[in-house]
C-alpha cells in the first residue's frame, strides 16, 4: 500500500485547522455573548447557563475530531517508518 | 474490516451507484434543478418586493416558512437518534440503514436553518444574530443548538464513513483526490479499527442528548410565549416524540426510494422495513397519546382564550386540517401497521407517506391557529399561502433530494464495511451476547 | 426614573379616531393600498377596538384605544434576539429599526398585537413626503415597528429643558395621541410623579389594565364606565 502523497497530508492538516478555527470562533462568540449581556445587565445568567453546556460539548467535539485524525493517520506513519 | 479482503466482491452492488450513473439520474436532477430555479426566482421576488409577496399578514405573521423550519429540523432526528439508538443497543439489522439515515440528518438540518433566512425581513442583517444576540431568546438556543447538532451529526456521519472512502480509494478512479484526502490514510489497522470504534461509540452517545435539546429548543420558541395553546409545558417532549416520528417515516420513504433505484432489494430486506415499521407504530402511538393530553388539558380546563383556538382547530376553519392529521398521523398508520399482512414494504411506504404529510400538517396546526385568534379583538384573520411560499417549499425539498443524490454518487449509501462485519463477526458477537444472558450450565458434582 | 404612562377613560372615547389619525402623521405611517389592508397589511399603532356586549335591549357598545401597553415587563424584549426591542431608561418599550432583522417573534409573543411589519417598503407620493415629521424616522421593508409613546417628542423635550438649564418640567412631552384626543379621554405623563394626573387616576377605583392576569404590567391604565364601577 502506497503513502498518500505530500499534498494530501497538507489538505488533511488543512481541514483539521479549519475546524479548530471553527470551533474556537464558536466558542469566542458564545464568550463575546456572555460579556454583551453582562455589559448591558441583559439577563447574563441565561447566557452563562447556555455556555457552560455549549461550551464544553464543543470542545469535546474537536477533541474526538483530533482522536480520530491522529489515531488513523498517525498509526500510518508509524507503521510505515517501522 | 480489510479494504481488500475478499468479500468485497459479494458487495460491489454498492459501489455500482458510484461508477456507474443512469439515464435517469440525469432527467431526476435536471427537473430538481428546474424546480429549484423556480425557487430561487421566487426568493429574488421576495428580496425586491418584501414579505408582502407572502400570504402573511396581521395577525399571522408567522406561516409557511417557520411550518417548514420546524418541519425539516424534525426529520433531522431520523438519522442520528435511529442510528446512534440502533448502534448503542447493537441492533444488528442496523447495518444497511445507519448511513442512509446520517445523511438525512445533515442534509435537512441545513435545509431547515435556510428556511429561517427565508423568512427574516432583512436576511442582508442575519449576522446580526452573531454580533448582538441575546441568550434570553430562545431563537439563540435554536441557533446554538443547531450549530452544535450539525456539527456533531457531520462528525457521525463521517466517521464511519472512513472506512468505505478508503476502499473507494483504491477501487474507483473518479474522485480519488477526495477520497484520497477524506480517508486519512485508512488501512485498517487494528490500532485504527480501535480508535474509529471507540470515537463512534463516544459520538454516538453525544449526539443523543444533542439531538433531544434541538427539537426541545425549537419547542421553546412556541412555548416560552404566553399564547393560548402554545404556552404548555407538553412542548418539549411532544415536538421531540413527533420529531422522532417524521424522522423515522422520512427515512423509511428514502430507503424504499434508494432499493428500488439502485436495485439494493439484496441488502434492504423485508425484515428491515418490518422492524422499522414497528418502530413507526410505536411512535404514532406514542403522538397520539402526548396530543390527546394535550388537547383533554386544555378542553377540561376550559380557559376562554385557549377555547377559541381549540374550537378553531376542531370544529371551526381549521377543522379539515386538523382530522386530516389525525387521519395521516394515528388512524392510517395504525391500521396498515398493526397487522403482519398489510405490514410490508409497500404498506410501510404508504404509512410512511401519510405521516410525513401529517407531521407537516402538525406543525402548521400549532402555529397559525393561535396567531389567527389574538387575545385583544382584532379583525378575522385568514392565511392563504401564497405562490412564493409554495415554490420555496418545492424548492426546498428539490435541494433535499438533489443534494441526497449526489450523496449516493460520491458515497457509498449503505456502509460496506459494516455489511462485512455483520457477516464476519456479527452472528459470532451475537451469539456470545445471548450465551451471556442464560444460566451457565451446572457442574455434575453440584447436581445432587 | 420616569416611568412614563396613559390613562384611558373609556367613559369619554367617543371612537372618533382622532387618535388614530394623529398618531399616523406624527409617526410618518404609510398609508396602505386598500387591496393590502384587505390582507390584513394596514400599520395602525393607534387602534380603536370596539366591544359589542349583551343583546338588545341591553346591548354595550364600547370603544378603546390600544397603543403599545408598554408592559414593565414586556415579553417581546425577552425574545428578541438581537435587542432590537428593549425597555429604555424611561420605561418606554422602544424598537431599534436598524438593528431589527425582521424575525417577527416579538410580534408572536405580544399578547396585544400592538406590533406591526412592514410588508413592502411603501411608496410615498412626494405630497406626503412633504408632510413627513422631521423628527421621526421612515421604516424600511422588512423591520417590526408599533408604538413609541411619541418618544422623539421627549427627546425634544429634553433638549429643550437641557438648552434651558432646566430640569424637565412636568407637562412639556406628551403623546400625539393625548394631545389630539378631543374628549380628553386620553391622559399621559409620568407615574412615578406623585402629582401628575396619571398617578392619581391610576389609583382611582374604575382603574384597570388589560390581560393584567398574564403580568406583563402594561402602562396603559383604563378606566371603566362610570356606571361599571370596578367594586
Redesign the interface.
Known sequence: MQRDPRWVLYVQNAGLFLFTVFVFGVIGWIIRLIRLSWTLDDSPSGSIAISLIAIPVFLLLLGVVNYVFWGIRGAVEKEDSQ | MRPDAPTLELDLALINPIVKTSRTFFIAAAFLLLVILWANLAYRSQLV????VT????????GFYITNFVFFIGISHAGTLISAILRIAQAEWRRPITRMAEVITVVVLFLGAVNIIF?????D??L??????????????D??SI??YL??ST?YLY?PL?PDVAILRDRVSRFN?LY??LA????G?E??EK??Q??IA??AI?VIP?AVSVHSVVSF?FS????PMWHSTIFGPYFVVGAIFSGIAALIIAMVVVRKVYHLEAYMKPIHFNYLSLLLLIMSLLWFYFTFAEYLTGYYGGEPEEMKVFWAKLTGDFAPFFWSMVLCNFFIPVLILSFRRTRTILGALLASSTVVIGMWIERFIIIVPT?SH??????A?IYLPSLVEWAMFAGSIATFILLYMVFTKLFPIISLWEIQEGREVGLRHMEERVRAYLPSTPTPSSQV | MPRWAMVIDIDKCTGCQACVLACKAENNIPAVSREESARGRSISWMRILHEVEGEYPDVRLRFIPRPCMHCDNPPCTKVCPVMATYKDRDGIVAQIYPRCIGCRFCMAACPYTVKYFNWHTYEMPNLQQRMHNPDVSVRTKGVVEKCTFCHHRLQRAHDEARRQGRPLEAGSYTTACSQTCPTGAIRFGDLDDRDSEVARLAKSPRAFRLLAELGTQPKVIYLTERDRHAT
Open positions: 418586493e418584501g414579505l408582502g400570504g402573511l399578514n396581521q395577525p399571522v405573521s408567522w423568512d427574516l425581513g432583512r436576511p442583517r442575519a446580526n444574530v452573531i454580533y448582538w444576540g441575546r441568550y434570553q431568546s430562545p431563537l439563540l438556543w441557533v446554538t450549530t452544535t456539527t456533531a462528525i466517521l472512513i483526490w484520497r484526502i486519512l490514510g485508512w488501512r489497522t490500532r485504527q480508535v474509529l471507540r470515537a463516544i459520538m453525544v444533542v420558541v416560552m410565549t404566553l399564547q396567531l389574538p387575545r385583544l379583538p382584532h379583525a384573520a
